[in-house]
């Protein structure tokens, strides 16, 4: 029984580019959760997918938005890059059906943005 | 605002001693507390505390939650070098429609052989 799967593990970019994550949730998952992880911090909550719409968003600005297919798969997207979206990017799948309480996250995407 | 609160942000040992990790929490829509183990990168779930005074245990590992005061407690008996890891604290918020997490900045625990 495959986990979230995340990709790509690794991703080096430039101020000012784009960059696009992608994410598969745990097999009977239907929810994605994308965190924001930067260095010696604890994870901090973007936004969470559900039935293809954005459910819930937490304090980033527009140049963070993302995506949720019919197949519960999902992407991040982050424009305009800062020096300080660098960062672990983790996923984070959970079942609405079980009432989404325990989250099973990735092994996350590491961007460095130079 | 919402906040989770972790001490001590790190500490080292050696094999066999007994560490207690901390967490507070100010939360609005308090639904669980969660505790993950973060060695290299995903983050592992350990335990998910939703009442007071009902203590969870796995192995060498065991919390508590105390919803009167806000805080909960992770135990760690007779610890093994493969224990070294960032502990996280999450408290899970409803927000209606949906549920988040909101992380402390966690413990770095070191154990020496």
């Known amino acids: 029984d495959a986990g979230v799967t995340q990709s790509p593990t690794h991703l080096i970019k430039t101020r000012g580019q784009q960059v696009t994550l992608r994410c598969s949730p745990k097999s009977g998952h239907d929810t994605v959760s994308w965190y924001q992880q930067a260095l010696g911090q604890g994870p901090q909550f973007i936004f969470q997918?559900?039935?293809?719409?954005?459910?819930q968003r937490g304090n980033f600005p527009d140049r963070f938005s993302g995506h949720q297919f019919p197949n519960y798969s999902s992407e991040l997207n982050v424009n305009a890059l800062l020096l300080g979206d660098s960062a672990l990017y983790l996923c984070?799948?959970?079942?609405?059906?079980?009432?989404?309480?325990?989250?099973?996250f990735g092994a996350g995407s590491r961007l460095t943005v130079l | 605002e919402d906040k989770v609160v972790q001490s001590p942000l790190s500490l080292v040992v050696h094999e066999g001693d007994t560490v207690t990790l901390n967490c507070s929490y100010e939360?609005?829509?308090?639904?669980?507390l969660l505790w993950y183990k973060q060695e290299k990168k995903a983050p592992t779930f350990l335990f998910m505390l939703?009442?007071?005074?009902i203590e969870k245990k796995s192995g060498r590992l065991s919390s508590i939650l105390d919803k009167k005061e806000l805080f909960s407690i992770l135990n760690i008996t007779a610890t093994q070098t493969g224990d070294s890891a960032v502990y996280l604290c999450?408290?899970?918020?409803?927000?209606?429609?949906?549920?988040?997490?909101?992380f402390g900045t966690g413990t770095l625990l070191a154990v020496q052989p």
């Open positions: 999450a408290v899970l918020n409803y927000g209606g429609a949906t549920n988040k997490l909101i």
């Open positions: 984070a799948s959970s079942s609405q059906g079980s009432g989404a309480n325990v989250l099973t």
């Open positions: 939703t009442s007071s005074g």
């Open positions: 997918y559900y039935e293809e719409e954005e459910r």
């Open positions: 939360v609005t829509n308090f639904r669980s």
